[in-house]
């Protein structure tokens, strides 16, 4: 099949939750034999770049700006796309779902797919009327594509309640790791199982200052047992300047704190391969492929016990309550304790992520997805 991937920044993937899977979706996808080609954006993917692992990449201009970027990167995607004669064209997001509609009308023979990420209108750094639009595009998402995918079952069941969409859920995945070295962590003064890991956009609802305020906390509390420790946070701004700001502020004097900017490659594979810990404090998500990344290294999470975190560990030896400093330091306080616990964990993590996680296993069930009802009526009907 000829299949055309819509709503990314581009690939490979520098940073973002839903380039990181588009990017290993297509790799899966053309390691199983499609034509898969990737729609980037110039800021992001570099012009030159036209392949990548098989993985064709195409781009178009887009209005880099925190509220057009998305959509109007996406217009000038389908745009073309609609010319190409593909077979699919896949939506990533609810943003870019609002013109999913084009090819219904202009390509009427290919296959729409949109993949529902994340409730992108809980975010923090969306304003009303930004949030709206977001909320159009849910419903744009459940209304104009062929099939519908949800990335985790809280997301499923929201479609069903909030827009009575059947969807079909095909989780986030990610490739299997092997253990890296740990030559690289000296740049950051990292030592192997001495640091704790955050890895995210910084975005106010990704929680790293309920992370960096309990991590200060837990240190108080209990000097000793973390003075060989250190917190490394991983990630920079999307249009969130001003924050980043203020958790600087937080960091401001305290060496036990490391504030990397965006990592990739060998280096971030090692940071992840070697944390005593990897804590994710979002306020919300859709299924965070930087837990299962560090879960495919066999390490232990310590996540936000919201109903899409629950859905990947249910024991609450590894669940704080949402936005609680003082739970989260507690249960940071009481990992760093017991290494057994934690070894004991990351074992169990490694096995699931193996089992329900892997693209190979992930990758033919969105292939097969692609197919389903071929027969379907293809003129588009909005009730």
């Excluded at 095909?170 to 490739?175: A, F, H, L, Q, S």
Aim: with cysteine; glycine share 6%; net charge positive.
């Amino acid at each position: 099949m000829r299949i055309a991937m819509i709503g990314q920044k581009g690939a490979p993937a520098i940073y973002g939750g839903i380039e990181r899977h588009v990017e290993d979706l297509s790799r899966e996808l053309t390691r199983q034999g499609h034509d898969v080609l990737v729609y980037a954006r110039a800021w992001y993917t570099p012009k030159a770049l036209k392949n990548y692992h098989g993985v064709k990449i195409t781009h178009t201009p887009s209005l880099h700006t925190k509220h057009l970027d998305a959509i109007t990167g996406t217009f000038t995607a389908t745009l073309h796309a609609i010319f190409q004669n593909y077979d699919v064209i896949h939506y990533h997001g609810v943003g870019p779902a609002l013109l999913s509609f084009i090819p219904r009308i202009f390509s009427p023979k290919t296959k729409v797919l949109v993949t529902f990420h994340c409730i992108d209108r809980y975010h923090q750094k969306w304003g009303l009327l930004a949030r709206l639009v977001l909320w159009l595009g849910e419903k744009a998402a459940c209304t104009f594509p062929h099939q519908t995918i949800a990335v985790s079952q809280t997301i499923q069941n929201y479609c069903l309640n909030e827009f009575k969409r059947q969807t079909d859920f095909i989780p986030n995945g990610v490739v299997t790791s092997v253990a890296k070295g740990e030559v690289l962590l000296e740049k950051f003064d990292l030592e192997k199982n001495k640091y704790l890991l955050m890895v995210a956009r910084l975005v106010p609802h990704k929680g790293a200052h309920y992370l960096m305020t309990a991590w200060h906390l837990a240190r108080e509390q209990n000097p000793e047992l973390f003075k060989d420790y250190k917190l490394a946070i991983v990630g920079g701004s999307t249009f969130t300047n001003k924050y980043v700001k203020d958790l600087q502020q937080i960091a401001r004097g305290d060496k036990s704190i490391v504030m990397t900017d965006w990592l990739n490659g060998q280096i971030l594979e090692e940071m992840y391969a070697n944390c005593a810990l990897y804590v994710n404090p979002s306020e919300n998500e859709g299924l965070p492929i930087s837990v299962l990344q560090a879960m495919a290294y066999g390490r232990p999470v310590l996540l936000s016990d919201i109903p899409e975190h629950q859905e990947i560990i249910d024991d609450h030896n590894f669940l704080f309550r949402n936005t609680n400093i003082i739970s989260l330091a507690e249960k940071i306080t009481n990992l760093i304790k017991d290494e057994k616990l934690r070894a004991n964990r990351g074992q169990v993590n490694l096995k699931l992520t193996g089992e329900k996680y892997h693209w190979e296993k992930l990758g033919k069930e969105t292939a097969d997805l692609y197919t389903k009802n071929d027969n379907i009526d293809t003129r588009l009907k909005i009730a």
